[in-house]
Nanobody
Framework: QLQLVESGGGLVQAGGSLRLSCAAS????????IGWFRQAPGKEREGVSC????????NYGDSVKGRFTISRDNAKNTVYLQMNSLKPEDTAIYYC???????????????????WGQGTQVTVAS
């Protein structure tokens, strides 16, 4: 059974950092594109970042470029999202998602990934 489990969320002060993890099981992890998405209360889901199956290609939403970094360790079936210079507007539930399609440049918008985790809360205090 395919499973994605996010961890690493929490409460942090503005300007601080967090590292989220997405641990995968039940499928051939290194064949899948992985994305991070977030949803704040009363707002639509927003694409944060994605990484290709090999890790050779990454993409970021405009609001996090230069502050967040995505990476993956296929030996550990895990994707990471390093979040630096956090702002109160980064407060949201963060979800990881997996999809078997592999693009030259993975998508953070305009595409609905096939499998989703349950999410982890990130709260940035001002």
């Amino acid at each position: 059974q395919l499973q994605l489990v996010e961890s690493g969320g929490g409460l942090v002060q503005a300007g601080g950092s967090l590292r989220l993890s997405c641990a995968a099981s039940g499928f051939t992890f290194n064949y899948y594109t992985i994305g991070w998405f977030r949803q704040a209360p009363g707002k639509e889901r927003e694409g944060v970042s994605c990484i290709s199956s090999s890790g050779g290609s990454t993409n970021y939403g405009d609001s996090v470029k230069g502050r967040f970094t995505i990476s993956r360790d296929n030996a550990k079936n895990t994707v990471y999202l390093q979040m630096n210079s956090l702002k109160p507007e980064d407060t949201a539930i963060y979800y990881c998602a997996a999809d078997p399609l592999d693009w030259a440049l993975c998508r953070v918008e305009g595409y609905d990934y096939e499998y989703w985790g349950q999410g982890t809360q990130v709260t940035v205090a001002s």
